[in-house]
């Protein structure tokens, strides 16, 4: 299904949106574009690419796993259950790009896949749908073209909007869209719109420049005792600013809050960090930080795939901007190659 | 004579960089490596570059971005996991700010003079990339350049211009220290605007949380909360500083003491900051890398500002100066000039 | 909580792998200085007695408010009526777990991972190589064969620890060493006062008993210099590398293969391991 809404109408759509659905949108509130919940009023910004992305909506960086409680006298009246239930709330993720919806694909893989299944996250999944917006300006650290996906990529989206100048093209990609372009804000999309669409789409995608990965797997298997990672490594500070932006991010930290009444929580946390693999025994495998970059670029490039049959990367570059020190991950990649 | 030091920046910075480069590849012979800076992925980001040759040397720029604090390496020679091995000599380039970090770092005695050299080189000011990004898409930048008191950019083809001085960062319109204050070898320059630019670059360094004090107490706890709600605890901020050399053992991600919750709501992010403010107080030397390594664009700085200046008041002391100088919340003195502790009347 | 399925009930099917059952200590056991053994007794009986697992699988014991950890099951698989974990006490989670009392609760999720290939080990001389704490898992796989001896041909055990003090399992062991079924080798890192056994590191004895590698499967477990050098005497003896098998170690936290945390390479060491062939780990990069 097609459909045209005006630019001056986003706005009320989403307020009739929020009537039945929590929506998360790029929200500027002190100079940074963050996802957040949407109140009208808060300035909305769809021109911006959002600091991070919006895998908050199906994977915050705090959720409450279960509540536990100590039987105090009788030990058999310890408890553990889940006061915080799973909330079931419909969720509207708008605005994200076409690489944020890609990077969904990772998360379904491991958290809804053939392995274990994570109850928390499917629960948000499934009451939540997508509304992408299609990329015209890619920033100069895109590339999602060489890893498989593109500026309108409608892969994990259940609308894709396409900006047509003074009004957005609506595409939806899933039948349970469909309803949320029933209303009057809607009109038919025409030939002309569509064609616009594709032409400017097709524009955007030739803006970047498209590097090949397709030897990188095997390569990275070849290279892993190189000094090639000591260089890489080099600047790299050992923070978690790459991995807490990235859209295909997923690993996280489980830590018991409180004494003989509390939680335990899920928070995110970085294969960067030094202490992500600490042993009690004092032993680390991946003592310092050539050890965590390599094994960080490996798994995006290389063991994800072999599993997966797919990259966990899908070029968004937020590692790239937000690395402190410039850490490039097109450039380690390519340099793979030619090792 | 207001117009003139900006005139001659570029002409200036090309003179400095071929200097460096000769001062690099001098160094080399007496260290590992050195530390500069090379063109990142586009011209508003340098990145660091560990120079081991001649070759590797022909890659350093130096210009209006050069931001990083590169003495944030240096603890690394001491610690385990860390990247160098500790028999390594290092060699470093060195802002004037970057260079109070430096003689911090010695005071605390963290690193060994005689591992590394320092290329002081001075240094006019840099442009402050989240105030581009105000006004500028920054990541479609195609060049970037400064040119008669003012900043060219081009961006989508088109080009931009804006004053100087709206753009270089806060620490650079107050500067004191354009020169390295410590350094084997020197790339020197006629030093910052501070003294010879128009007044009004002469702000005080403490201006603005002056401004930020006049607000009541409610409106600054709002404030923060709202501020530290943004915050992802990606610990960047803590992992670019240099004083935060204890990293891997830091009160933030331990259990024992189990000081912090891992939760990350607007609580226990403040929390975290206002520990880490405490542990910097009087040893910060508002270098301000903590503020431009976060992604979420907190403003740190201010924080650990307030700190210094509490120190500045209390014990009169200003970090990162005089190598011979203890910060004076590491050291215990039995009576303080400036703290009335007992009164006997 | 009831709308949702544990590990324990539902293995991979569970519709919540993170929730723990709660369980009682019914027993402690001193089995050395550092370590104890835990017997566990399900709050839950029913879940229990339908539980099922595979010596080598490990499980991850919570000690509310405090953390988690994965240890190694070390009872038989065969007994229904309780768990037992072997703990040293080492970092926060296991020295918590050491202050506790006879009739405390923990939380317990179970069985994570592959365990050992006890029906591919069928039919073959069974070498087991122990040392230290590393004799846990390997307890529950001895409780095995003999409960399935005839299944398997010869049964030789080499384990070792610092002193006499620090064999684990000591009612075992001298249960073991009675037995004509099977062969129970002790020994200890140097010569102690009242220790008539053998004397030297483990891979020492290893070579010394030279145990022909011709349809034998080796099993070791222990601290990793001493599984590195076992392995690389078990090579030069000449044991087929399918035949090696090891059990690795990692930092845990989800135990389901879902944190990211305990890879080395594509494999989650809770998920595809901890039970690895050597053939299987020289596939793997060298991270351990």
Known sequence: MSKVIAVEKIDDWLDTLNETHRIFAPFKPGGATRFEGYQRGKELDLERFAVSSPKEAFFPATETIFNFKLGKENVSETVVSLESQVKNQNQIVFGARCCDAKGLATFDTVFSGSGYQDPYFKKKRNTTLLITIACHQP??????????????????????????????????????????????????????????????????????????VERVSQKLTKIFESEYWNEKAAKCLSCGACTYTCPTCYCFNLTDEGKSTGERVRTWDSCMFPQFTLEASGHNPRPKKDHRLRNRVNHKFSYFPTQHRMLSCVGCGRCIRHCPVSVDIREIVRGVQEV | MAGKPIEMRNKKTKEQLENLKTQVEETLSQVDFVIGYAKGYDVLHPTPLFVRSTKDAQALIWDDFCINNLATYLPSQKRPGGLFHPHE?????????????????????????????????????????????????????????????????????????????????????????????????????????????????????????????????????????????????????????????????????????????????????????????????????????????????????????????????????????????????????PEEKNIEEEKWE | MTEFSTLMEKGKEATNPYLPEVAVIQKIVDETSDIKTFRLVIKNREKLKKFSFTSGQVGQVSLFGVGEST??????????????????????????????????????????????PVKEMEGKNILVIGGGIGIAPLRSLIFYLLGEREKYKNVKIIYGARTPNDLCFRRDLRAWKRRDDIECILAVDNKFPGWEGKVGFVPAILAEEAPAPADTVAVTCGPPIMIKFVLDELKKLGFKKEHIVTTLERRMKCGVGLCGRCNVGPKYVCVDGPVFTLAQLEELPNEI
Not at chain 2, 239 to 256: G, M, V
């Open chain 1, 139 to 212: 920033a100069n650290t895109c590339f999602c073209t060489s890893v498989g996906g593109g500026p309108a990529d409608p892969k994990g989206a259940d609308i894709l909007l396409t900006s047509l100048d003074d009004k957005y093209l609506a595409q939806t990609f899933s039948t349970k869209a469909k309803t949320l372009l029933a209303g009057s804000f809607f009109t038919d999309a025409t030939q002309k719109d569509l064609k616009e669409a594709k032409d400017k789409n097709e524009a955007a995608r030739q803006k970047l420049k498209t590097f090949s």
């Open chain 2, 89 to 333: 000599k290092i060699g470093l380039v060195v802002k004037g700010c970057d260079s109070r970090a430096v003689i911090q770092l010695l005071q605390e005695g963290i690193i060994d003079r005689e591992n590394f050299k320092i290329i002081g080189i001075s240094c006019q000011g840099k442009v402050d990339v989240k105030k581009l990004k105000n006004r500028v898409p920054i990541e479609r930048v195609e060049n970037a350049e400064i040119k008669e008191g003012s900043i060219e950019l081009t961006v989508d083809s088109r080009g931009q211009k804006y004053p100087l001085e709206e753009v270089l960062y806060s620490k650079c319109l107050s500067c004191e220290y354009p020169t390295p204050l410590i350094y084997d070898r020197l790339v020197g320059g006629e030093g910052s605007l501070r003294s010879k630019g128009p007044k009004e670059f002469a702000q005080d360094p403490y201006h603005d949380v002056e401004e930020f004090e006049k607000k009541g107490v409610n409106e600054r706890l709002d404030f923060w909360e709202q501020e530290f709600s943004r915050c992802l605890r990606c610990y960047a901020c803590r992992d670019i500083c240099p004083f935060c050399y204890c990293q891997f053992e830091c009160i933030a991600q331990t259990r024992i003491p189990h000081w912090l919750s891992q939760k990350t709501a607007s609580k226990e992010n403040k929390f975290f900051h206002m520990f880490r403010a405490m542990h910097l107080a009087g040893r910060c030397t508002e270098c301000g890398e903590c503020e431009r390594a976060c992604p979420v664009d907190l403003p740190l700085l201010l924080l650990h500002k307030k700190m210094n200046k509490k120190v500045s008041e209390l014990f009169g002391y200003k970090s990162g100066i005089n190598p011979k100088l203890r910060p004076p919340l590491i050291i215990f003195q």
């Open chain 3, 71 to 116: 240890f190694a099951i070390s009872s038989s698989p065969k007994t229904k009526d309780f768990l037992e974990f072997s703990v040293m006490r080492a970092g926060e989670n296991s020295s918590a777990l050491h202050e506790l009392s006879v009739g405390d609760a923990v939380g317990v999720r179970a069985p994570f991972g592959n365990g050992f």
